[in-house]
């Protein structure tokens, strides 16, 4: 049986055969077209007869008939104009429409534009400014380890120059990572100048948890201060800023500055003091971007401030430590490395990090990176990662390492009357005890497992952008290390010294005298050239 259709047959086909016919149909109508004119039969076109000249009143009706046609012109073009009117009445309201939509989106934009850049150096030194202004006593935070590439002598000089009598107190942090004897030692050194308090911090809080209002407590007090959870010296620092306090007159509130260098604890020493992660710390420099008030008593209030920007002509290894531009990108992390493993002892290096000989930078950081296991794809060595990761224990509160304090003199800006107006009603003996006290409760590491670093003396800071000199450069590891060999020279003798020469006179024999040679610095130090046909186990 036939399975009947249940819907018509397609009428599609395919290309030949449409153009095909096509084709047949235009020749057909060819044909006809031929034929017709063959035949006469074309069709005569239509036209207006126009009204015969028998016709009556026939001027009349042509008159009328113009009138009518311009009457229809006027409409049609009366009827153009309200089109057209009425068109740009709707644009008008379209372009209101959306100015109104694009209003709210413009005035965001320029507000904006006119909020003040947050990683900028002049809003970073602005801030500081601020905190100086503001507060009635001003702590300059200083890490143990270096306390005195710490100190920013323009920091210090802004603060005595200020109006009000500003008081400046110096604070001692990560004392737990410092041999105890060179603790005491830089107390006795700095309070020379101002009142110093020792104090260490209790472990940074993440970011996670910094938004919660817990209690930093510990349960088991023996194994928190095994861990390092513990705070030291918050008790003295209170009872000091509380003396300060007492001097004000009653009702009103004292206001405390904590500024310092990136990653010394300023931010840790405000939470141990409110006792609650109120400030977000960590090893990442730069973190705190404004100043931040925090009420701690019912009459001190704590202002946390920015890290003071470092000075482009500091020596490298105080860029390295306390600079920006590390964490910014613009110095390169490995050309930090090297310069802080020229500073330290190579042998307190090896015992510190478990790694073996290694005669440059490149060598130190592929067998870092291969103990810690920081490998890319193949097995090859990150030495970005190991870098960043070693400048992260150098600025964090975990490498132990110490400098030894130097006798000098007073600064410039110092005297024996500002010395006298800084210790102005305090008791320095009950200042010591404190200080013993917290010593006392700290474990301290020993000379042997901590490393001998060479500081570089007070860092400069920048408080105005403007104060950076355009052609003043920080001076190149040659030129650091000629003024060095300069300096052992004119220790050893002061008679071999080169002739000078008038700029205009024309030798022609250059005679050179002999130069005394270093020993101690020999080209396996010295010389950062990478050595690849040396194969690592």
Same mark, same amino acid.
């Given at each position: 049986?036939?399975?009947?259709?249940?819907?018509?047959?397609?009428?599609?086909?395919?290309c030949?055969? #449409?153009?095909k016919?096509?084709k047949?149909? +235009?020749?057909h109508? =060819? !044909?006809?077209? %031929?034929? &017709?004119?063959? /035949?006469?039969?074309?069709?005569?076109?239509?036209?207006?007869?126009?009204?015969?000249n028998?016709a009556?009143?026939?001027?009349?009706?042509?008159?009328?008939?113009e009138?009518?046609?311009?009457?229809?012109?006027e409409?049609?073009?009366? #009827?153009?104009?309200?089109?057209?009117?009425? +068109?740009?009445?709707? =644009? !008008?309201?379209? %372009?209101? &429409?959306?100015? /109104?939509?694009a209003?709210?989106?413009?005035?965001k934009a320029?507000?904006?534009?006119?909020?003040?850049d947050?990683?900028?150096?002049?809003?970073?030194c602005?801030?500081?400014?601020?905190?100086?202004d503001?507060?009635d006593?001003v702590?300059?935070?200083?890490?143990?380890?270096d306390?005195?590439?710490?100190?920013?002598?323009?920091?210090?000089e &802004?603060?005595?120059?200020?109006?009000?009598n500003?008081?400046?107190?110096?604070?001692?942090?990560?004392?737990?990572?410092?041999?105890?004897?060179?603790?005491?030692?830089?107390?006795?050194?700095?309070?020379q100048?101002?009142?110093?308090?020792?104090?260490?911090?209790?472990?940074?809080v993440s970011r996670?948890?910094?938004?919660?209002?817990?209690?930093?407590?510990?349960?088991n007090?023996i194994?928190?201060?095994?861990?390092?959870?513990?705070?030291?010296g918050?008790?003295?620092?209170?009872?000091?800023?509380?003396?300060y306090?007492a001097?004000?007159?009653?009702?009103?509130t004292l206001?405390?500055?904590?500024?310092?260098?990136?990653?010394?604890?300023?931010?840790?020493?405000?939470?141990c003091?409110k006792e609650?992660?109120?400030c977000?710390?960590g090893?990442?420099?730069?973190i705190?971007?404004?100043?931040?008030?925090?009420?701690v008593?019912?009459?001190v209030n704590?202002?946390?401030?920015?890290?003071i920007?470092?000075?482009p002509?500091?020596?490298?290894?105080?860029?390295?430590?306390?600079?920006?531009?590390?964490e910014?990108?613009?110095?390169?992390v490995?050309?930090?490395?090297?310069t802080?493993?020229k500073?330290?002892?190579?042998?307190?290096?090896?015992?510190?990090?478990?790694?073996?000989?290694y005669?440059?930078?490149v060598?130190?950081?592929?067998?870092?990176a291969?103990k810690?296991?920081?490998?890319?794809?193949?097995?090859?060595p990150?030495?970005?990662?190991a870098a960043?990761?070693f400048?992260?224990d150098?600025?964090?509160?975990k490498?132990?390492?110490?400098?030894?304090?130097?006798?000098?003199?007073?600064?410039i800006?110092?005297?024996?009357?500002?010395?006298?107006e800084?210790?102005?009603?305090?008791?320095?003996n009950?200042?010591?005890?404190?200080n013993?006290?917290?010593?006392?409760s700290v474990?301290?590491?020993?000379?042997a497992?901590?490393i001998s670093?060479?500081?570089?003396g007070?860092?400069?800071?920048?408080?105005?952008?403007?104060?950076i000199?355009k052609?003043?450069?920080?001076?190149?590891?040659k030129?650091?290390?000629n003024?060095d060999?300069?300096?052992k020279?004119?220790?050893?003798?002061?008679?071999?010294e080169?002739?000078?020469v008038?700029?205009?006179?024309?030798?022609?024999?250059?005679?050179?005298?002999?130069?005394p040679?270093?020993?101690?610095?020999?080209?396996g130090?010295?010389?950062?050239?990478?050595?690849?046909?040396?194969?690592?186990?």
């Amino acid at each position: 049986m036939k399975r009947p259709k249940l819907r018509k047959a397609s009428k599609r086909m395919s290309c030949a055969k #449409r153009y095909k016919i096509q084709k047949k149909v +235009r020749e057909h109508n =060819r !044909k006809l077209k %031929k034929d &017709a004119k063959k /035949k006469g039969l074309k069709k005569p076109s239509k036209k207006d007869p126009g009204v015969p000249n028998s016709a009556p009143f026939k001027e009349e009706v042509l008159r009328e008939a113009e009138q009518r046609r311009l009457q229809i012109e006027e409409e049609k073009e009366r #009827r153009k104009q309200a089109s057209k009117l009425e +068109r740009a009445q709707k =644009r !008008k309201k379209e %372009k209101e &429409a959306a100015s /109104k939509q694009a209003e709210p989106k413009a005035k965001k934009a320029r507000q904006e534009e006119k909020r003040p850049d947050k990683t900028s150096k002049q809003f970073l030194c602005s801030q500081v400014n601020r905190v100086i202004d503001a507060a009635d006593v001003v702590i300059e935070v200083l890490d143990a380890r270096d306390p005195l590439g710490c100190r920013c002598p323009q920091l210090e000089e &802004a603060v005595l120059q200020r109006a009000g009598n500003k008081k400046l107190l110096l604070v001692l942090t990560k004392i737990d990572l410092v041999p105890k004897a060179n603790v005491e030692l830089w107390i006795q050194r700095l309070q020379q100048e101002f009142p110093v308090v020792a104090f260490k911090a209790s472990l940074p809080v993440s970011r996670k948890t910094a938004n919660k209002k817990r209690r930093l407590g510990a349960s088991n007090e023996i194994l928190d201060q095994s861990r390092g959870a513990a705070c030291f010296g918050n008790t003295v620092l209170t009872e000091l800023l509380t003396s300060y306090a007492a001097s004000k007159p009653e009702g009103s509130t004292l206001r405390v500055g904590i500024v310092g260098f990136p990653n010394v604890g300023k931010s840790s020493l405000i939470n141990c003091l409110k006792e609650s992660p109120v400030c977000i710390a960590g090893v990442e420099r730069g973190i705190t971007k404004t100043m931040q008030e925090v009420h701690v008593l019912s009459n001190v209030n704590l202002l946390d401030s920015p890290g003071i920007l470092a000075c482009p002509s500091n020596a490298a290894a105080s860029l390295a430590l306390r600079s920006l531009q590390v964490e910014e990108g613009e110095e390169k992390v490995q050309e930090a490395v090297r310069t802080l493993l020229k500073q330290c002892d190579k042998s307190q290096v090896m015992l510190q990090y478990y790694v073996a000989n290694y005669r440059n930078a490149v060598e130190f950081l592929t067998l870092f990176a291969q103990k810690r296991g920081f490998l890319q794809k193949g097995g090859v060595p990150n030495l970005a990662q190991a870098a960043s990761v070693f400048l992260d224990d150098w600025t964090g509160p975990k490498l132990s390492y110490h400098c030894k304090p130097l006798n000098s003199s007073l600064p410039i800006y110092m005297s024996d009357a500002v010395v006298t107006e800084m210790w102005n009603g305090l008791d320095r003996n009950q200042l010591n005890v404190g200080n013993e006290n917290t010593m006392s409760s700290v474990k301290f590491p020993n000379h042997a497992s901590s490393i001998s670093f060479t500081s570089k003396g007070p860092t400069a800071g920048l408080l105005v952008v403007s104060d950076i000199p355009k052609e003043e450069q920080r001076p190149t590891e040659k030129e650091e290390q000629n003024n060095d060999i300069k300096t052992k020279e004119s220790a050893e003798t002061n008679t071999d010294e080169p002739e000078e020469v008038a700029p205009q006179e024309k030798t022609k024999h250059v005679h050179f005298k002999s130069v005394p040679i270093d020993i101690s610095l020999s080209t396996g130090a010295t010389d950062d050239a990478y050595d690849f046909n040396t194969d690592f186990v």
